[in-house]
């Protein structure tokens, strides 16, 4: 099987956007799926036109434009470069990190990751050896990365930047997929 996944720090990608991405794929590029999604931060470019003036656009299409080129350029670099990998899961929590400013509270405070390791390096067999080097992480937490809030008026990925460098400078791994997940919590089910 093969996947391409690709991660946005913007507040999302939209269908619409995301069939132009594919359209601007090689013919060549052959994957069962691609996945793309974004980290949902509100300190991101806008991507979906909420923070336009009133009934315009907030969206900056020179910019917008030349970013979905780069996710396309980014899933055929991939492509081209993909070699066989294995997968290693990891599971911690991460106490009193989140925090809900509605009620109900509902917090959610499970990491996992998701490391794809060279097959042609490490044989499946010897996966929990600590000594690979990924090919990609995946790191996936549900809190919505907004620490910044309201006030803030510079373009940043929020808290999402200082764990993919963190993953990055501790493990000195040279090719990495950051992924960040936001996932909804359906207040019902609290």
Not at 16 to 32: A, F, G, V, W
Not at 33 to 56: A, Q
Not at 97 to 105: A, E, N, T
Not at 137 to 147: D, L, N, V
Request: include cysteine.
């Amino acid at each position: 099987t093969t996947i391409a996944i690709v991660s946005v720090d913007v507040i999302g990608i939209m269908y619409p956007e995301y069939q132009r991405i594919i359209s601007k794929l090689p013919d060549y590029i052959t994957l069962d799926n691609i996945i793309i999604t974004s980290t949902h931060n509100h300190e991101g470019p806008d991507t979906i036109g909420l923070w336009g003036p009133d009934l315009l656009t907030g969206v900056n299409l020179e910019w917008y434009n030349e970013a979905m080129d780069h996710i396309a350029d980014s899933i055929t670099e991939a492509y081209i470069s993909m070699k066989p990998a294995g997968i290693k899961i990891g599971h911690t929590e991460a106490p009193g990190f989140s925090r809900d400013s509605r009620d109900p509270q509902c917090i959610d405070e499970q990491i996992e990751t998701f490391q794809l390791i060279d097959q042609n390096e490490t044989p499946i067999a010897k996966l929990i050896d600590q000594n690979e080097t990924p090919i990609a992480t995946m790191i996936f937490y549900r809190s919505h990365p907004e620490i910044l809030w309201n006030d803030n008026t510079l373009v940043t990925s929020d808290y999402p930047n200082y764990i993919y460098r963190y993953v990055e400078n501790k493990n000195r791994w040279n090719s990495y997929l950051r992924h960040w997940s936001h996932r909804r919590i359906d207040n019902t089910k609290c």
